[in-house]
Nanobody
Framework: QVQLVESGGGLVQPGGSLRLSCAASGSSFSIARMAWYRQAPGKQRGLVAFITSDETTNYADSVKGRFTISRDNVENTVYLQMNSLKPEDTAVYYC???????????????WGQGTQVTVSS
């Protein structure tokens, strides 16, 4: 069993910055990929960025050049640095991780509870 806890959301003015964190804990596990998703009211949840165990990254076109995803493999934590925030970035941001448990090597796909990001003047 793997639990994810997000933090760092809040209210920020357009052009401002926020740094989200997500820490994974629980049974022994190995994480292959961690990602950030977001969901705005009336819209489907969509991928913002992901990072793999070998630190390959990918970003949605809407956030390229503004957001940076990174991870600390020792602490099992993923971060999302968000700069030049726009009102359209307003959403609930969810952390996601997949990998496998040890020693069973059972696959898992875990989600955090979400953290609200509001960009408004």
């Amino acid at each position: 069993q793997v639990q994810l806890v997000e933090s760092g959301g809040g209210l920020v003015q357009p052009g401002g910055s926020l740094r989200l964190s997500c820490a994974a804990s629980g049974s022994s596990f190995s994480i292959a990929r961690m990602a950030w998703y977001r969901q705005a009211p009336g819209k489907q949840r969509g991928l913002v960025a992901f990072i793999t165990s070998d630190e390959t990254t990918n970003y949605a076109d809407s956030v390229k050049g503004r957001f940076t995803i990174s991870r600390d493999n020792v602490e099992n934590t993923v971060y999302l640095q968000m700069n030049s925030l726009k009102p359209e970035d307003t959403a609930v941001y969810y952390c996601n991780a997949n990998g496998f448990l040890r020693p069973t090597i059972k696959a898992f796909n875990a989600w955090g509870q979400g953290t609200q990001v509001t960009v408004s003047s």
